[in-house]
């Protein structure tokens, strides 16, 4: 119970890590907002989780729901102690064929959104709590297709190191996890066909000394870490949970 009674909010909680991440957080005594842009995905949730929880309909990239998030949590559960902003996408196009839709798209789940959600929910965060953030490798890592999604997630490593400054003197640490190639439904989700996704994959998984995909339980494992009194010296940085990829 790592958490007990402490109020987190994960965005993109649908699937994934986020849900991973909102499971592992009800097992160990925290009360959990999950978002999700579906409320059909939402709906479908109430057979999976146990504990003190609250399903949220909000699209990330939307700042009336991140403001409308914030209120929500705040009228059901009283102050936020740990905001993680997980909600994104992943497409890939590569340069000469980029559209402004597909930086808009980006953009807009992958940074505007945690950016706004973070603006709104600082004040109510109680001192002492903490935000972290998803990234990724292609922040660091150069692959072919990844301009605007790795350049979306370095844009988040950044606001991180800027956070972590603001709100330190409220004692409110600011990190990010960076998952390598994670198996989750987003390559599920993505702009290209299964046998594109498939090279893609294989392409990745070639560069990971571990020689595999992650699992989301991998992810929520170190995001409970990062949340819990345990990190209470960690602030500003990343942890890479990658099998090695972004670190040799
Ligand atoms: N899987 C990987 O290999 C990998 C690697 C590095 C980083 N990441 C990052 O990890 C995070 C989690 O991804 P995942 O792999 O767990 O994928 P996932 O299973 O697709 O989970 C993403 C979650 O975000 C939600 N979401 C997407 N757009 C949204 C929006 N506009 N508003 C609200 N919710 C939205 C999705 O809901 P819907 O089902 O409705 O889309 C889903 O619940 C993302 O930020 C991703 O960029 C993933």
């Known amino acids: 119970m790592r958490l007990s009674n402490k109020v987190a909010v994960i965005t993109g909680a649908t699937s994934g890590m986020g849900l991973d991440t909102a499971k592992l957080f009800l097992k160990n005594g925290a009360k959990v907002v999950l978002t999700g842009r579906s409320q059909e995905k939402l709906d479908a949730l109430k057979d999976q989780l146990e504990g003190e929880y609250l399903l949220v309909k909000a699209d990330a990239a939307s700042l009336a729901d991140s403001k409308e998030l914030v209120k929500t949590t705040v009228n059901h559960f009283g102050k936020i102690d740990i905001l993680f902003l997980n909600a994104g996408v ?33 004040p109510q965060i109680n001192d002492g709590g903490t935000i972290i953030f998803n990234t990724s490798v292609s922040n660091v890592k150069g692959m072919p297709g990844v301009s605007v999604y790795g350049s979306s997630k370095a844009a988040l490593r950044s606001v991180v190191r800027a956070l972590a400054t603001e709100l330190a003197p409220r004692n409110i640490r600011v990190n990010a996890v ?69 670190q040799v």
């Open 178 to 246: 960076s998952p390598g190639p994670i198996e989750t439904p987003i390559w599920g989700k993505t702009n290209l066909t299964e046998e594109q996704v498939g090279g893609f994959a294989e392409g990745v998984s070639g560069q990971v000394p571990l020689g595999r995909f992650g699992k989301g339980e991998e992810i929520a494992n170190t995001v409970l870490f990062m949340a819990s009194d345990e990190a209470s010296y960690i602030t500003g940085t990343e942890i890479p949970v990658d099998g090695g990829m972004a």
């Open 90 to 122: 992943f497409e890939a196009l590569p340069t000469g064929q980029l559209t402004e839709e597909h930086f808009d798209k980006i953009y807009n789940i992958n940074v505007k959104g945690p950016v706004f959600t973070v603006n709104e929910a600082a």
